[in-house]
C-alpha cells in the first residue's frame, strides 16, 4: 500500500504563488509516475502536471510556464510549484501515485488540498 499526504494548499490573490507538497510512504516502487490533479466544483478531476521516475515531465496546456513539477526520489515527495495564480486555478488538488505491478496499472490519490485564489 501506498500512503500520500499533501499540504500547501492555501488562499492566495491572483497573481501570487503556492507550493503543495505531496509525501508519499509505504510500497512504492520504481518506475513509478506521480502527478497532481484538480477539481473545481462541479467538474471532473483534471490532469495538471505529471513526472517519471526519470524526471520527464508532462504539463496540461493551461499551466505551462506558470506551473513547475519536481520530485525528490529520495524523499518519495513530488512538488507542484504555481506561479501567477489565476482565479480558474482554484480547485482541489490531488496528488497521484501511478504505478505497475505484475502487470496491472495501480492508482494512489491523496486526500487532496485545497488552492483558493482571490482578492
Known amino acids: 500500500q501506498v500512503q500520500l499526504v499533501e499540504s500547501g494548499g492555501g488562499l492566495v490573490q491572483p497573481g501570487g504563488s503556492l507550493r503543495l507538497s505531496c509525501a508519499a510512504s509505504?510500497?512504492?516502487?520504481?518506475?513509478?509516475?506521480m502527478g497532481w490533479y484538480r477539481q473545481a466544483p462541479g467538474k471532473q478531476r483534471d490532469l495538471v502536471a505529471t513526472?517519471?521516475?526519470?524526471?520527464?515531465?508532462n504539463y496540461e496546456d493551461s499551466v505551462k510556464g506558470r506551473f513547475t513539477i519536481s520530485r525528490d526520489n529520495a524523499k518519495n515527495t513530488v512538488y507542484l510549484q504555481m506561479n501567477s495564480l489565476k482565479p480558474e486555478d482554484a480547485a482541489v488538488y490531488y496528488c497521484?501515485?501511478?504505478?505497475?505491478?505484475?502487470?496491472?496499472?495501480?492508482?494512489?490519490w491523496g486526500q487532496g488540498t485545497q488552492v483558493t485564489v482571490s482578492s
Open positions: 513526472i517519471t521516475s526519470g524526471g520527464r515531465t
Open positions: 509505504g510500497s512504492l516502487f520504481s518506475p513509478n509516475v
Open positions: 497521484n501515485v501511478h504505478l505497475t505491478r505484475w502487470g496491472i496499472p495501480i492508482d494512489y
